[in-house]
């Protein structure tokens, strides 16, 4: 009797076996294709695992499955065997990492096929020029075919809030026109335009880097900022192109997506697609297909791009490789970065880790020789590094945050026609609303974590839990009225700078004022038009942003990670503050980092300013050596929360008690804790996690599986929320 085994989205971690369904030929059935089963009292769609003859159970016990969906796989066999590993090592169930690894739709069961529809383009002479400023709705609307030169759907115009008459009023205008889609066809000539000429330093990493194109290598590209990363990536596509493969390309951002996009579609006569969660499911799939298919050449995605199948694999790059967006930090925990890896050494062809800023546990490798270090230490073309200058800002008087000299500094480089960045990590109005009278502060009351004020539209926030409620009149503790924000964020900031520059625009660059559609394209077309402004943003404005005007970018507030629980706050704080003033003085005119702190002499700043990022890395890599931290160990956090305070701890404490009296501990395998977490309470979840630990990652990962069978068993455990975090990206 035959009987299938299927990896099923529950959260248990085990397979489920199953009767064939009725008609089914068995002998054409393979791992990986999708079949609809019973599961309870509900349908699911699981993924057939293998076609085995015993079972467990009692055969006459067993479900028949109720449909065979696909007759080839979705997944080729060797992703299908890359998720299962993925789902091994991150100890999470395999259905579910499955559901992960596939396009929405697939996971509801649609069938794995191109929508056979109408699509809509602009015509070929279409301009945003051709139409009056105050027609809106056509504008956003040509805006978004310029957008999708492939064509777009009228279902993903609907959902991208198209309006349908405005397409037709297009179509009369001659700026809009139908088709039926048509596969691209692949061009003679791949390039639109030609490559720029390599410095020495380019050319040098560029021939490492062809010298092993039809192997598996991994090449960490530690390049400063402005140093022309993007342009070795583009030539290394070039010849990747040129012999007939795909590329697959990965940022950390949804919002440096459509930037890359425009970058490789101006170099490139090839089709390139995007997959990122902004995308329709019906977008995303047909994407998806393309790739699979072989006729997308270019795949540009985030983290959930890595399980994209292509047809014709021929490099993997992944920018801004020690960026903690590559993490997922729920649910299915993996590094997309770390899967890249394994993913290209099974697939036999080289990635390229990419970043000015390089992970310490990228460096590591690149140490030992495990990586192929290659390095780039001039800015290309014409620019320089910025000059660094640290203002100490202790017993200073402060305007809203910002201390005289770096006001004036400010008013010198508007003057002067360029445009200035001033960061700072903080989104809203301030951080916190306080009571002068009696000391009351806002906070969560599901979270341990103040509420932030915002005055666009006016409310009290916590970024943490997403709660939100009016601003009070008077202090709830005392019924005073003398309630008064305390710090700055960016709205306060952007006010404060309108009120002291009002002949300059000031833009806000936040989550906030860039949840609207097309509002960070907006902004990014303001700012590159050259015209002297301020920009005023979070760390969305370090990544990956080219602005060729900024000349002066002034950090409001170094000193927020120098002093955090988390073992890699140093390195995070060392990342942002060099991404951030790598946005100074990129093309011919030099730039100034101008770096506010109440320390400094701290010496993780100073190494920074004086010696550049490769010491102070090689110091923080010393420091975790002797402490025996990551990557000279390898860890997981065994993270519990619940309802009651204390139950969480209380638990991880027991557990640890009889797992040391019932288990034996593999030899280097230590435990610590548990203790509350950073933020205990965290959206009404009381929340606590215990380290694990060890030197021999076999060992650890041996543990953690019989860990997670023992809790699955475990009664009390279903009184709590648990999951475990391999290679965690942080312990908050």
């Not at 599961?39 to 003859?53: A, K, P, S, W």
């Not at 699979?292 to 540009?300: D, H, N, Q, V």
């Not at 997922?328 to 890896?341: M, W």
């Not at 019989?706 to 455990?717: F, I, P, S, T, V």
Request: charge should be neutral; glycine fraction near 6%.
């Amino acid at each position: 009797m035959s009987i299938l085994r299927l990896a099923v989205p529950s959260p248990l971690r085990r397979l489920f076996d199953y009767l064939p369904p009725e008609g089914a030929n068995i002998d054409e059935l393979r791992p990986g294709v999708r079949v609809l089963a019973p599961f309870g009292n509900r349908d699911l769609i699981g993924i057939l695992i293998e076609v085995t003859e015993t079972s467990e159970f009692d055969p006459s016990k067993l479900k028949p499955a109720k449909q065979i969906l696909d007759i080839e796989p979705p997944l080729p066999l060797h992703l299908f065997k890359i998720t299962r590993w993925a789902a091994q090592y991150y100890q999470h169930p395999e259905g579910d990492a499955f559901q992960q690894s596939l396009p929405v739709l697939l996971r509801k069961g649609y069938a794995c096929e191109y929508q056979h529809e109408t699509l809509w383009r602009k015509s070929a002479t279409a301009s945003l020029d051709q139409l009056q400023t105050n027609a809106t709705r056509q504008r956003e609307l040509l805006n978004l075919l310029i957008e999708h030169p492939n064509g777009i759907s009228e279902d993903a115009i609907r959902a991208e809030g198209g309006h349908m008459p405005a397409l037709k009023i297009l179509e009369s205008k001659g700026l809009a026109e139908s088709f039926h889609r048509q596969h691209p066809h692949h061009a003679e000539d791949i390039l639109h335009e030609a490559p720029l000429t390599l410095n020495h330093e380019q050319d040098k990493c560029m021939q490492k880097i062809l010298s092993v194109k039809n192997e598996f290598s991994v090449c960490l590209l530690e390049g400063v900022t402005g140093s022309g990363k993007t342009e070795i990536y583009l030539q290394t596509i070039q010849q990747i192109l040129k012999e007939g493969k795909q590329a697959l390309v990965l940022v950390p951002e949804i919002g440096l997506t459509p930037q890359t996009i425009s970058r490789f579609n101006r170099r490139f006569n090839v089709p390139t697609v995007a997959l990122h969660s902004n995308l329709t499911d019906r977008q995303r799939l047909d994407a998806w297909l393309q790739a699979r298919e072989g006729l997308a050449k270019i795949i540009i995605g985030t983290r959930s791009a890595i399980f994209t199948p292509l047809l014709n694999p021929g490099v993997i790059i992944i920018d801004e490789e020690h960026d903690t967006s590559f993490k997922q930090q729920d649910g299915f925990r993996y590094s997309a970065r770390d899967i890249a890896v394994y993913r290209a050494k099974e697939e036999k062809i080289p990635i390229i880790l990419g970043s000015a800023t390089p992970s310490l546990e990228s460096l590591h490798n690149a140490i030992n020789g495990r990586f192929n270090w290659l390095k780039l230490t001039q800015r290309a073309g014409n620019s320089s590094p910025p000059d660094f200058q640290i203002l100490d800002i202790r017993q200073q008087n402060l305007h809203e945050g910002l201390s005289e000299k770096l006001l004036d500094k400010i008013k010198q480089t508007l003057n002067s026609g360029n445009q200035v960045l001033v960061f700072l990590n903080r989104r809203g109005y301030s951080p916190s609303l306080s009571c002068h009278d009696c000391g009351w502060i806002a906070d969560c009351e599901r979270c341990d974590a103040h509420m932030t004020l915002h005055q666009s539209p006016p409310r009290l926030h916590c970024h943490h839990c997403d709660h939100q409620h009016s601003i009070p009149e008077r202090c709830p503790s005392c019924n005073s009225y003398q309630l008064r924000p305390v710090g700055a964020g960016t709205e306060r900031t952007e006010q404060a700078l309108q009120k002291l520059f009002p002949n300059f625009p000031v833009i806000r660059v936040d989550r906030d004022s860039t949840q609207k559609k097309n509002a960070m394209h907006e902004i990014m077309h303001k700012v590159n038009s050259g015209e002297p402004c301020l920009l005023v943003g979070t760390q969305m404005l370090a990544k990956g942003h080219h602005f060729p005007k900024v000349t002066l970018v002034a950090i409001l507030n170094a000193d927020s990670g120098l002093f955090s629980s988390d073992f890699r706050g140093m390195e995070r704080t060392a990342q942002l503050i060099l991404q951030v003033a790598g946005r100074a003085g990129r093309a011919e005119q030099p730039g100034q980092v101008l770096m506010q702190t109440y320390h400094a002499d701290h010496p993780t700043l100073l190494t920074l300013v004086e010696n550049g990022y490769t010491s102070f890395a090689q110091e923080e890599l010393h420091n975790r050596r002797m402490a025996e931290l990551p990557p000279f160990t390898h860890y997981a956090l065994l993270r519990a929360e619940a309802p009651q305070q204390g139950r969480a701890e209380s638990f991880l404490g027991a557990l640890r008690q009889q797992l040391e009296d019932d288990l034996l501990l593999p030899e280097h395998v230590h435990w610590i804790g548990p203790f509350p977490s950073s933020m205990e309470k965290r959206a009404g979840m009381h929340r606590a996690q215990l380290m694990i630990y060890g030197k021999n990652r076999k060992s650890l990962h041996h543990l953690l599986s019989n860990l997670c069978w023992y809790l699955e068993q475990n009664k009390e455990a279903r009184k709590v929320r648990w999951s475990i975090d391999v290679d965690p990206a942080d312990t908050f």
